[in-house]
């Protein structure tokens, strides 16, 4: 009779936990629905919008090294999460003098993206005659009306092959 008792109560709490996660769920989803909008001043005019996109920060800091006495090139992948009703151009800024940069698959055509894999390429070339150090730059992308930065790394080594 013990053996059937605690199936019993095994049962009852598979119930409560259903009910709870339901309730839980209804809660969630009437929240979301009663949010409001936030209103626009009077007189001002509403901003055009783009859609809503975020370009993703992944924390980027690859290294350059010269072995062969030449210029050295990294490729900073582009990842957008959203969706946009206008291309969006990337490039990088505030990088290190004589550096040169150039991108691939920009401008980003309108459409959307779930932030997992790159849309685009920004290139950053350095110059053997950049001290080695750890520089910072800028990675950015602009649909016209939204500007967008995350912060990208330039870590200039002797050699790469302990980094």
């Known amino acids: 009779m013990h053996r059937f008792a605690?199936?019993?109560?095994?049962?009852?709490?598979?119930?409560v936990?259903?009910?709870?996660s339901a309730f839980t769920s209804v809660d969630e989803a009437s929240a979301r629905t009663r949010q409001t909008p936030t209103p626009t001043p009077t007189g001002a005019a509403a901003p055009a919008a783009s859609g809503a996109w975020?370009?993703?920060?992944?924390?980027q800091n690859p290294c350059y090294h010269f072995a062969n006495g030449g210029p050295y090139t990294n490729y900073y992948?582009?990842?957008?999460?959203?969706?946009w009703t206008q291309p969006i151009s990337?490039?990088?800024?505030?990088?290190?003098?004589?550096?040169?940069?150039w991108t691939y698959d920009s401008p980003i055509a309108p459409g959307s993206s779930d932030g997992v894999g790159s849309l685009a390429y920004v290139a950053v070339q350095l110059l053997p005659s950049t001290p080695v150090g750890q520089y910072s730059a800028v990675l950015w992308a602009s649909?016209?009306?939204?500007?967008?930065?995350?912060?990208?790394?330039?870590?200039?080594?002797?050699?790469c092959s302990r980094y």
Do not use: K, M, Q, Y
Request: hydrophobic residues 40%; charged residues 5%.
């Open 17 to 20: 936990l259903l009910i709870v």
């Open 54 to 59: 975020t370009l993703i920060d992944n924390h």
């Open 90 to 101: 990337v490039g990088a800024s505030g990088l290190p003098g004589g550096s040169t940069s």
């Open 143 to 159: 649909d016209g009306s939204t500007t967008e930065n995350v912060p990208i790394g330039l870590s200039v080594r002797a050699s």
């Open 6 to 15: 605690s199936h019993g109560v095994a049962a009852i709490c598979f119930l």
């Open 77 to 83: 992948p582009v990842w957008i999460s959203g969706s």
